[in-house]
């Protein structure tokens, strides 16, 4: 079946600190792949996303690539900010799949 | 705002009653999906609507749980005789196209208190 296993957290940073979250999946297929952040009391939004091999997703300075021979969607950053401090789900869709499979999420704290 | 709408956002009940939850998506998508999240938990899938077709139900979807989307616009979730166990953000989605390059849009959540 799919699935999707990311790092467990809390991850605390310094600001302005290099980020990663790892994130593998298991999946049959060709899926598209996600990354959602969801910031306290709120709902979950589209951080970024990546539809094949190779592809890498970027946006507010986070990017991801697919990486099929790894089976892997790493979220990096190179300098957070205090403002980045929220919960990180990685997920996928897969092909001909209606609903997306998520992660447990990381937490991410940065301190400044 | 032109995004995914819930209502209402915090709901706290006695055990037993009954709850309804609504939402509204993005006006042009046809495709509604229902998630429940517990604490530290990723979303997990409920059910998905097609215009106002239901056509997918997790097992999570108990007897107590049943889902509406009338005229394909909002939708409504019911939990009957609510328990404990019950007691989750339940999120609403929505997307124009059930492809895989279609990301879900997702609501703020309604958060289930059961006392």
């Known amino acids: 079946g799919n699935s999707v296993t990311q790092m467990e957290g809390p991850v605390t940073l310094s600001e302005e600190a290099f980020l990663t979250i790892n994130c593998t999946y298991t999946?049959?297929?060709?899926?598209?792949l996600f990354w959602y952040v969801q910031y306290p009391g709120e709902g979950l939004q589209l951080l970024l996303k990546a539809t094949k091999a190779d592809d890498k997703g970027s946006n507010k300075g986070f990017e991801a690539t697919y990486r099929k021979e790894t089976t892997s969607f790493h979220l990096e950053k190179g300098s957070v900010q205090v403002s980045d401090s929220a919960v990180y789900f990685c997920a996928l869709r897969n092909t001909g799949g209606f609903k997306t499979i998520f992660g447990a999420g990381t937490r991410l704290f940065v301190k400044a | 705002d032109t995004g995914v709408s819930q209502d209402p956002r915090h709901k706290i009940t006695k055990r037993g009653q009954n709850v309804t939850f609504r939402c509204d998506p993005i006006?042009?998508?046809?495709?509604l999906y229902w998630y429940r999240q517990t604490l530290g938990q990723g979303p997990e899938f409920l059910t998905y609507f097609q215009n106002e077709a239901q056509l997918e139900k997790s097992r999570l979807l108990s007897d107590r749980f049943s889902a509406e989307r009338p005229k394909g616009s909002f939708s409504t979730l019911e939990i009957q005789r609510t328990e404990q166990g019950d007691s989750a953000m339940y999120l609403c989605?929505?997307?124009f196209g059930d492809g895989r390059n279609q990301p879900q849009h997702f609501g703020d959540g309604t958060r289930l208190s059961i006392l």
């Open positions: 006006s042009e998508h046809n495709r």
């Open positions: 999946a049959t297929g060709y899926p598209s």
């Open positions: 989605a929505s997307s």
